[in-house]
């Protein structure tokens, strides 16, 4: 009986310390494995870029796509498929939600509505829109990135280039929550500086493009907002400007290489870079997203160098000096 | 109940048990010097590493805050060079939006982009003059006065450069300070305006974010009122998070309640100030000192297992071994004798437990041997109760005393009833109980015993004057018997004595009677003898008258015989003891009254008797004196014939059982033919008849003389009642 318990005794001891060890050992090597799931629904397929930023600096932050993070992409104009989509996100239990777009950061947020998955977006205006209530205290499971901000200084970049200015064409589509946004701000920076705006409202590309064949002729620069259709459709619009010679402004998104004049605008790898370090604070801090203040993105400025000489632009050199980017 | 539980009810506990001790004893043994060194070292690590780490800290913090001050002196600079450089307030305002606009465009950087915000031109009177935003566009129409602003009153009255208290943007809740400069007319040293800037301070946020504190440390930057306004995560400022840090460096709970190595630096900003603070995890900062602490409770863990493990390996080589050894004398103690020992291993508790069993094999064999001669122990115990039973029924059933004295004390330990001593048996001493005296007898007629036997180492027999507890006097004949001790010295001695008052008085009654009858008889010998002496006289007297020779020796003859038996009563009467006679005083009265009777000259004829030490009872001596008196007689008559002389020899001897009385002379000779013992003589047929009365026989010899030898034994007669 004696010797049993003495037995019993020390394979107790022995398991314990064996199991005290491999625990160890487990959550280290849990902690190093874990997975992670994230959503990422983009409802503008053609913006690839914002898209890529993300991207990039989450394996900035260590998360890497195929090692410690596997990604549901969802990204395409359907919106019962994105619905559809997040639905299956939300049951899987996806640890995180990256959204692009009013529309889609809107769509996330009825989808997790009840739910702690965290949500991060990245849209124009948060409040305006009401996907959050206020930027520093957002409430809520969703967080994220604002881009409005950089219309007013667009226009005065646009004056200062081209002070002759008085017509603007804007051919948009509203298609995304911040085009009208956006537009909104246009008309209040355009008419405190006194320049008269023609919307050109498009729904497809043969309209945009037909818009574009049929600009006004006293028009002195043409503005791009934040649109899905027009901004993936650039060509068209810079192949009608090159040809009448007409600046294209944007406050939208800064890609001066597709021929824009100058866009003073939040960058996709800023974006993707603040956007990446919110998600970095959700899944590796713990952080609650009702905790991370909506953040307001950095402008930059870009200058088609090459286009504007094209064109018969002369851009200031205090604009240069303050250009982040230029395309000579 | 199980084994362990049985050998703790009975000595062995949990507290003294050796199994406890052991594994306590190796514990703190393996434990405690592992722990005091890794107590030491970590302890000495954790010093020294806290120390490095608030030194790092203050110098990183300091770090941050040159680089801050730098940052925001530069953008002072900037404005100052403006200002002092162009007279920007009597350019045109076109020429001034121009300058502000490259100012505004000059504060970006490339790393932390736009810096500053918002720039704007006040003129003497705090008027908006020029204004250029990053964000608004602005017209002519939106420029209004800041007369009453801090940033144009504070620098135009005290013409130094004005910092304004971190602000923070409603919305978005981005901070920015202002910095305003003064213009100074240099004619009347009066400001004439105030250039003033809105500074965005997320600038600041990538400076501190590159500004690495260990691998998981960050720097950030409070105000006064201890809110954030730069922080590596912009969330932290952004929604308005306060810390209120320590001044001096140290551990304290960090910004995210963690335990940190916090250090703070005071930056200040004209009237405003800033504090840099950087906080390090202590788990990093104190890596070093974890890892040691690691390592030591590792090691502690490791030594602890091995202990432990040591601990059960020495239980179960050794305690095991003792417990089961424990719980098997326990058993053999409870009397199971069958039990035995666990055999183990071929190691020491192995033969220590075949030496245990071998031990109880024997001691079992003892123990029946012991059982066994117990049981004759206790049959030869109940038999000395019962002879002692028996012997104390002996002694006080003997009506006379008996006692043991202690030879030293004199102490009686051990009496009989009959001595009376009660209670007194063992407390006092034999002369106390015996003599009622306080000291042992000294008289020389009372002799101690105890002491005679211990002068003797003999047995001893004494006779006392003991009292009784009456105190009344009675003679006592003591005996005394020595114990010896194994060393042979006298331990004790026993005494029992016997009343012999009545036979004293007895024998004192009977010797008194003897004295009597003594008197008696020798009067009644003396009357006999002097009776016969009256017959010899009346012979002597009545031969006076005779003529006969024949007759006349016929009567001396007779007469001589009546004077040979009146000398026998005269001996015995005149003798101390009336029953023998001393033959050699009566034959030399004898030969010599026969010598005289005859009227032998003595010078001629000797006379010899030789009876020494022969002492013969008056019925043996009368026969063997006339036997004597007739020989003698003869020889007197015939041995010497004429004037012969010669010598005539009586001796008696005794040898055993017998007598041998000789009578011889050396005189002529007895005739050869003649028969002595058919000669017709009155005198030898006396002898003859004597001698058969006597049981003897009778030889003549002859050689230079005639001797007769006459070997008879003593009469022994029947007591006359």
Redesign the interface.
């Known amino acids: 009986?004696?010797?049993r318990k003495?037995h019993i005794?020390?394979s107790a001891?022995l398991i314990s310390?064996i199991a005290v060890f491999s625990f160890i050992f487990a959550c280290v090597k849990q902690e190093e494995e874990r997975q992670y799931v994230i959503g990422y629904v983009n409802p503008n397929p053609e913006e690839e870029e914002g898209a890529q930023g993300f991207l990039r600096n989450m394996q900035r932050f260590g998360y890497v796509e195929g090692k410690n993070v596997t990604y549901i992409r969802t990204e395409t104009k359907d919106v019962k498929i994105i619905e559809s989509s997040l639905k299956d996100m939300v049951a899987r239990r996806v640890d995180l939600i990256f959204a692009m777009t009013t529309p889609g950061a809107k769509m996330a947020k009825q989808a997790t509505q009840g739910t702690n998955i965290p949500v991060v977006f990245v849209i124009y205006n948060a409040?305006g829109t009401e996907v959050v209530k206020s930027?520093?205290?957002p409430g809520g499971n969703l967080?994220g990135i604002q881009l409005r901000?950089?219309t007013?200084?667009s226009?005065?970049f646009l004056l200062?280039m081209a002070p002759q200015a008085k017509h603007i064409f804007v051919p948009v589509s509203f298609d995304t929550g911040a085009a009208k946004q956006s537009l909104e701000d246009l008309k209040q920076?355009a008419e405190?500086?006194g320049l008269k705006i023609s919307v050109a409202e498009v729904s497809t590309v043969e309209e945009l493009r037909a818009s574009m064949s049929s600009i006004p002729k006293d028009v002195d620069a043409i503005f791009v907002l934040h649109s899905w259709l027009v901004g993936s459709n650039m060509e068209v619009v810079m192949d009608n400007a090159i040809k009448r010679k007409i600046p294209v402004f944007s406050a939208g998104h800064v890609d001066a290489r597709n021929g824009l004049v100058l866009s003073y605008a939040p960058t996709d790898e800023r974006i993707g870079s603040?956007a990446a370090?919110?998600a970095y604070?959700i899944l590796h801090s713990g952080?609650s997203p009702s905790?991370?203040?909506v953040?307001?993105s950095?402008?930059?400025l870009g200058i088609n160098l090459k286009t504007a000489q094209a064109m018969g632009i002369n851009i200031p050199n205090?604009?240069l000096?303050?250009a982040?980017f230029i395309i000579r | 109940m199980?084994?362990?539980e049985k050998i703790r009810s009975t000595r062995i506990t949990a507290k003294t048990s050796i199994r406890r001790l052991l594994i306590v004893s190796l514990t703190i043994l393996s434990i405690t010097p592992v722990l005091l060194l890794s107590g030491t070292l970590s302890w000495q690590s954790y010093i020294i590493q806290l120390a490095q780490a608030k030194d790092i800290q203050s110098e990183l913090s300091k770090l941050a805050s040159i680089q801050i001050v730098s940052y925001i002196h530069e953008q002072e600079l900037v404005l100052n060079s403006v200002v002092t450089n162009i007279d920007i307030i009597s350019v045109e305002s076109a020429q001034r939006q121009?300058i502000l606009?490259?100012v505004?465009?000059?504060s970006?950087d490339?790393r932390h982009?736009?810096i500053i915000s918002d720039l704007v031109l006040l003129d003497g009177r705090g008027k908006e003059m020029t204004r250029v935003?990053?964000?608004?566009?602005l017209?002519e129409t939106d420029l209004g006065s800041r007369a009453m602003s801090d940033e144009f009153m504070i620098p135009a009255r005290s013409g130094e450069t004005y910092y304004s208290p971190v602000y923070f943007d409603e919305?978005?809740?981005?901070p920015f300070l202002k910095i305003s400069v003064p213009i100074t007319d240099l004619r009347t040293m009066k400001a004439k305006g105030v250039l003033s800037a809105e500074l965005r301070m997320?600038y600041i946020w990538d400076v501190i974010a590159h500004i690495h504190v260990g691998e998981s440390g960050t720097v950030y930057l409070t105000d006064k009122n201890g809110r954030i306004i730069a922080h590596p995560?912009?969330?932290v400022v952004?929604?308005?998070t306060y810390f209120s840090a320590p001044e001096r460096p140290g551990i304290t709970r960090g910004l995210n309640g963690d335990r940190v190595v916090l250090a703070t630096e005071k930056t200040q900003f004209g009237e405003q100030t800033l504090y840099v603070v950087t906080e390090l995890p202590v788990a990093e900062a104190l890596r070093n000192t974890y890892r040691s602490l690691f390592a030591g409770l590792s090691f502690l863990a490791v030594t602890l297992?091995c202990a432990?493990?040591l601990g059960?390996l020495l239980?179960?080589r050794i305690v095991?071994p003792v417990?089961?050894l424990a719980l098997t004398a326990d058993a053999i103690s409870k009397g199971d004798l069958s039990r035995k020992a666990e055999f183990f291993k071929n190691d020491e508790t192995g033969t220590l437990a075949d030496a245990f069993n071998g031990m109880t094999s024997k001691l079992v064999k003892t123990i029946n041997v012991q059982q066994r001669q117990m049981v004759e122990l206790q049959k030869a115990d109940d038999k000395i109760i019962e002879q002692n039973e028996m012997l104390s029924n002996i002694l006080n059933s003997l009506t006379q005393p008996f006692y043991v004295i202690n030879a030293e004390d004199y102490k009686v330990v051990l009496a009989n009833s009959a001595s009376r001593f009660g209670s007194r048996v063992g407390n006092s001493a034999c002369y106390e109980l015996t003599h009622k005296a306080d000291k042992p007898c000294e008289d020389p007629e009372h002799p101690c015993i105890i002491e005679k036997i211990k002068k003797t180492g003999k047995p001893m027999t004494v006779e006392h004057i003991h009292y009784d507890a009456e105190g009344n006097q009675e003679f006592r004949e003591i005996h005394g018997y020595p114990i010896l001790s194994s060393d042979g010295k006298i331990k004790q001695v026993i005494e029992y004595s016997f009343d012999i008052t009545g036979r004293r008085k007895a024998e004192e009654k009977i010797k008194a009677s003897l004295q009597e009858k003594e008197v008696l008889l020798r009067e009644i010998h003396h009357r006999v003898k002097n009776n016969m002496q009256i017959v010899s006289s009346i012979l002597q007297l009545q031969s006076g008258y005779i003529e006969d020779k024949q007759l006349l020796t016929a009567l001396r003859e007779s007469k001589n015989r009546i004077d040979m038996m009146a000398l026998i009563h005269e001996k015995l009467y005149q003798s101390k003891s009336l029953s023998r006679i001393n033959f050699q005083e009566y034959i030399d009265e004898l030969v010599t009254s026969l010598l005289i009777s005859y009227g032998v000259n003595t010078e001629i004829v000797r006379a010899e008797v030789h009876a020494e030490g022969v002492f013969l009872d008056i019925n043996t001596a009368i026969p063997c004196g006339l036997i004597i008196n007739e020989l003698v007689s003869n020889c007197l008559k015939h041995a010497f014939p004429g004037n012969r002389g010669g010598r005539i020899v009586v001796a008696v001897t005794s040898a055993v059982s017998n007598y041998t009385l000789i009578v011889s002379d050396d005189g002529v000779g007895f005739p050869e033919n003649l028969d002595f013992a058919d000669t017709g003589t009155l005198g030898l047929k006396l002898v003859m008849a004597l001698t058969s009365q006597l049981n003897g026989t009778i030889e003549k010899k002859r050689d230079k003389g005639t001797a007769f030898i006459i070997i008879f034994p003593e009469l022994k007669y029947r007591e006359r009642v």
């Open positions: 009986m004696k010797n003495m005794l020390f001891l310390f409040t930027l520093i205290s967080t901000g950089s007013p200084k226009i005065e200062k920076s405190k500086a603040q370090r919110l604070n952080a905790d991370l203040p953040e307001t950095d402008f930059f205090d604009i000096q303050q982040d | 199980t084994k362990g121009l606009s490259k505004l465009s000059s970006t490339k982009g736009d935003s990053r964000s608004a566009f017209k919305q978005t809740g981005e997320n995560n912009p969330s952004l929604r308005g297992f432990l493990a059960v239980v179960r095991r417990e089961s």
